[in-house]
């Protein structure tokens, strides 16, 4: 397991959420601002820290549950698919053919780790938006961010999967696109 520092950093750029439309599906009806909980891992999650920032983007009741949506992390899949061989394996152990040791090592162990990687791939390969989401997961990735280390983000990227509301988010803090501060994306 790899360990690492996850940090909620509080933001230096002046940041208006604009709340006309769901920034998911762009829905214009019964939208709610959400606490999007949005975090960055540099190099795969190597450099030991993740960066995490929380801000309030608009919703609409159906689209709220992407709020919380994470993407799978390369380090996640790894984990998962790690935790998923040991189950299949002691699986084979106790309930398979008894086969010789050398057998188990070279062909069952190796096809047991490929089939735990490949049922994850699958498991998230089957999740997919609804009509009109832009988005399964989180419809806002945190970009590249800029520190005052190790206080607050001095600089920061959005990027949205609704190319619209990306505009409009741009031109509602268009200061601080101006400043240099922030940077908006259609991902
Ligand atoms: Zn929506």
Same mark, same amino acid.
């Given at each position: 397991?790899?360990?690492?520092? !996850?940090? #909620?950093? /509080? ?10 439309? $769901? $920034? ?5 009806? /019964? ?6 909980? *949005? %975090? %960055? ?11 995490? @920032?929380? @801000?309030? +983007?608009?919703? $609409?009741?159906? $689209?709220?549950? #992407?709020? =919380? %949506? ?14 998923? !061989? ?7 152990? @106790?309930?398979?053919?008894? &086969? ?13 780790? &490929? *089939?735990? +990687?490949?049922?994850? &791939?699958? +498991? ?19 970009? =590249? ?25 741009? !031109?509602?803090?268009? /200061? ?12």
């Amino acid at each position: 397991m790899v360990l690492y520092v !996850s940090q #909620t950093f /509080q933001s230096d750029v002046p940041l208006a959420a604009p709340m006309s439309c $769901c $920034c998911n599906c762009g829905s214009t009806t /019964q939208v709610n601002p959400i606490s999007t909980d *949005l %975090r %960055r891992m540099p190099m795969l999650g190597l450099a030991g820290a993740e960066i995490r @920032f929380e @801000f309030p +983007f608009p919703y $609409c009741d159906r $689209c709220a549950v #992407t709020a =919380r %949506r994470l993407r799978p992390t390369a380090l996640g899949v790894v984990a998962v698919t790690c935790l998923l !061989s040991i189950v299949l394996g002691m699986g084979f152990l @106790f309930l398979g053919p008894q &086969l010789p040791e050398e057998t188990v090592t070279m062909l069952v162990a190796p096809a047991v780790v &490929l *089939l735990s +990687f490949g049922l994850v &791939l699958a +498991f998230y390969g089957l999740r997919r938006r609804a009509p009109g989401q832009t988005s399964y997961y989180q419809p806002v990735r945190l970009g =590249r961010t800029t520190h005052r280390w190790p206080a607050n983000i001095t600089k920061l990227e959005l990027r949205f999967t609704n190319r619209a509301y990306a505009s409009i988010f741009a !031109s509602e803090n268009q /200061q601080a696109v101006v400043a240099g501060q922030l940077k908006v994306s259609a991902a």
